[in-house]
C-alpha cells in the first residue's frame, strides 16, 4: 500500500499564496503520474494540475499562470505552489499518486485525505 500524506493548507486573503506538499510513503516500487485535485462544496473533484514521472505537466485552464506543480522522484513528493489565489479557489485538495507497490503489481490511484485551502475575499 501507499499512502500520501498533504500539508500546507489553509486560509489566506484574496491575491496572497499557498505552497501544498505531498509526501508518498509505505510499499513504493514506482510512482508514475502525481496530481493535485480540487472539490468545492456541491461540487465534483476536479484535476488542478498533473504532472508525469518525467515531469511534463498540466494545468485546467482555471490555474494557468498562477499554480505551478513539481515534484522530487528521490523523494516522492509533489508540490502545488498556489499563487494570485481567488475565493473560487477554495476547497479541498487531494493529492493523487498513481502507484505500483512491487515489479509485479497493478498500478492503481492512491488519494490523501485531503487539505483545506480558503481564500477570503
Known amino acids: 500500500q501507499v499512502q500520501l500524506l498533504e500539508s500546507g493548507g489553509g486560509l489566506v486573503q484574496a491575491g496572497g499564496s499557498l505552497r501544498l506538499s505531498c509526501a508518498a510513503s509505505g510499499n513504493i516500487f514506482r510512482i508514475n503520474d502525481m496530481g493535485w485535485y480540487r472539490q468545492a462544496p456541491g461540487k465534483q473533484r476536479e484535476l488542478v494540475a498533473g504532472i508525469t514521472s518525467g515531469g511534463s505537466t498540466n494545468y485546467a485552464d482555471s490555474v494557468k499562470g498562477r499554480f505551478t506543480i513539481s515534484r522530487d522522484n528521490a523523494k516522492n513528493t509533489v508540490n502545488l505552489q498556489m499563487n494570485s489565489l481567488k475565493p473560487e479557489d477554495t476547497a479541498v485538495y487531494y493529492c493523487?499518486?498513481?502507484?505500483?507497490?512491487?515489479?509485479?503489481?497493478?498500478?492503481?490511484?492512491?488519494w490523501g485525505q485531503g487539505t483545506q485551502v480558503t481564500v477570503s475575499s
Open positions: 493523487s499518486a498513481n502507484a505500483a507497490s512491487s515489479p509485479w503489481a497493478l498500478r492503481n490511484t492512491y
